[in-house]
């Protein structure tokens, strides 16, 4: 049983386009989040959701929105792809608030913008 | 703003070896930390997770520890195998709990056959 899945796993697209990826979690999570992983391998988050708060960092551009229709999904829309947004992308969830209980993590959508 | 390192960025070592990570943080004032493995090309396996009332926590031959006045934390790894070549990474949760983790760079480990 998958805890938190994405899809799609790849995803190729050209510069300009306007593409989403999907995130679910069966855990009954309450938060969920958004990293990016850029070519060096560095994680950075981009967004934390729950039910009452969106959080975004300060440096994600505002191309990038996330969109939950339920608790147990959090999408990521990107419009006006750019080459710098190609990375790996993981949704991550955890109990309510978060602030004591591990963060568990999607296996990750390779994003490659040509 | 946090700020987590990890030392050394990259170790290779015979197997059998016992072998220390190393995680720093430049906010004290976290809620926890937690260590993670990723294998290339794949996403990211929980090991660990220490509260920022705890000292250490185990599991197998994995062993962490904590020092918040430090901002420091070990991964202890006991009788290194093949199967443990991977990323390790800390991750440290602080400010507003919803600001998320704050990773460091990784540590690429090597277990020499």
């Known amino acids: 049983d998958t805890a938190v899945s994405q899809t799609p796993k790849y995803l190729v697209t050209q510069m300009g386009n306007d593409k989403s990826i999907k995130c679910e979690q069966n855990l009954g999570h309450d938060t969920m989040y958004w990293y990016k992983q850029d070519s060096k391998k560095f994680l950075k988050i981009m967004f934390s959701y729950n039910n009452k708060e969106l959080i975004i960092n300060e440096t994600v551009p505002n191309r990038f929105s996330p969109k939950s229709p339920d608790k147990a999904h959090l999408n990521l829309h990107i419009n006006s792809l750019e080459l710098g947004d190609s990375a790996v992308y993981f949704c991550a969830s955890s109990p309510a608030g978060g602030w004591s209980y591990e963060q568990y993590f999607g296996p990750g959508t390779r994003l490659t913008v040509t | 703003k946090q700020e987590v390192t990890q030392i050394p960025a990259a170790l290779s070592v015979p197997e059998g070896e016992n072998l220390v990570l190393n995680c720093s943080f430049t906010d004290s004032a976290i809620y926890n930390l937690q260590w993670f493995r990723q294998d290339p090309g794949k996403g990211l396996t929980s090991l660990l997770l220490?509260?920022?009332?705890?000292r250490e926590q185990t599991s197998g031959r994995l062993n962490a520890s904590l020092d918040k006045s430090s901002g420091r934390s070990t991964l202890y790894i006991a009788a290194s195998q093949p199967g443990d070549s991977a990323t390790y990474l800390c991750?440290?949760?602080?400010?507003?709990?919803?600001?998320?983790?704050?990773f460091g760079k990784g540590t690429h480990l090597i277990i020499q056959p």
């Open positions: 991750a440290a949760l602080s400010g507003g709990g919803a600001d998320g983790l704050t």
């Open positions: 220490i509260q920022s009332s705890q």
